[in-house]
């Protein structure tokens, strides 16, 4: 057969004994791992939302430990471009929202049961990358004390500097006093917000000019603060649009929890800044 009759002339047909693609990509691992416990029409929708979010999740834990080892050595370019992709990934996750929102309560209340008191709240990646940017809330811990090597793996997160940490140490070997942090040695619980660290990042985006990298730095981080809200306001609007105001299999109150969640800042001094511009 001619190619003009043929496209797919010349493609590897034989696969005996050589890595192909479901081989390369795991896919019967990937693809056997959806075990809906309902006969419920839409829980594969449920799971396949929830799984694909999760190996998203991974990706940016991967790229956020990058960005915060560039960042330790000084290496801001690969950095900025990590940090570019975590925020991609995060309007990936965005737009993921509106396939989960075309179902409805009525055909959610159908597999609701099944779930037990299981819950995103129960998110290890999700605890991963809000501990990794900065967010230490502790007590977010205690979910995962029935998983030692769970837990251990988010305890290695807390024993190093955040994304965060590793910015305002950057504003210190800049030159920028930035008061008690510069003697801090325990990263485990959450940071008090610091007037120095504001007075720093009021000068660099006073002067962008003379400080173009740590101002750059300033507006990636900001970046990937707000795709983040957005996916916490995505979140908690769907969430209202299926199951109103009940209380969340996790045990919290639900869309009142979710919606003061929406308040936490991983980078509080990047926000306040912009009112003394
Ligand atoms: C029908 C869709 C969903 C509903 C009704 C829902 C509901 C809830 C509720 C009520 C909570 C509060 C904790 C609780 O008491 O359970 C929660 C937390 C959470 N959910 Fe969902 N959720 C949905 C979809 C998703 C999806 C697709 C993800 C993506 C992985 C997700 C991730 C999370 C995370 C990470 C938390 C913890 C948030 C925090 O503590 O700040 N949820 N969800
Ligand atoms: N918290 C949800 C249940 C839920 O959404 C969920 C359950 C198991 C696995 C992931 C979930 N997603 C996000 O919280 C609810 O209260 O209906």
New binding site residues.
Partial sequence: MAEAENPAQGAQMEFRGRMSYGDYLHLEKVLDAQEPLSTAHDELL?IIQ?QTSELWMKLAIHEIRSAISAIRGDDLRPAFKMLTRVARIFEQLNNAWDVLRTMTPSE?TQF?GA?GQ??????YQYRAIEFLAGNRNLAMLKPHAHRPEILSALEDILASPSLYDEAIRLLARNGFDVGAEAERTDWRGARPENEQVLAAWRDIYREPGRYWALYELAEKLVDFEDYFRRWRFNHVTT?ER??GL?????GTS?VSYLRKMLEVELFPELWKVRTEL
């Fill in positions: 449920f929830h959610y609701r779930l299981s819950s995103g709240f129960q998110s969430v299926i199951i009940k209380r969340g299999t996790g639900g």
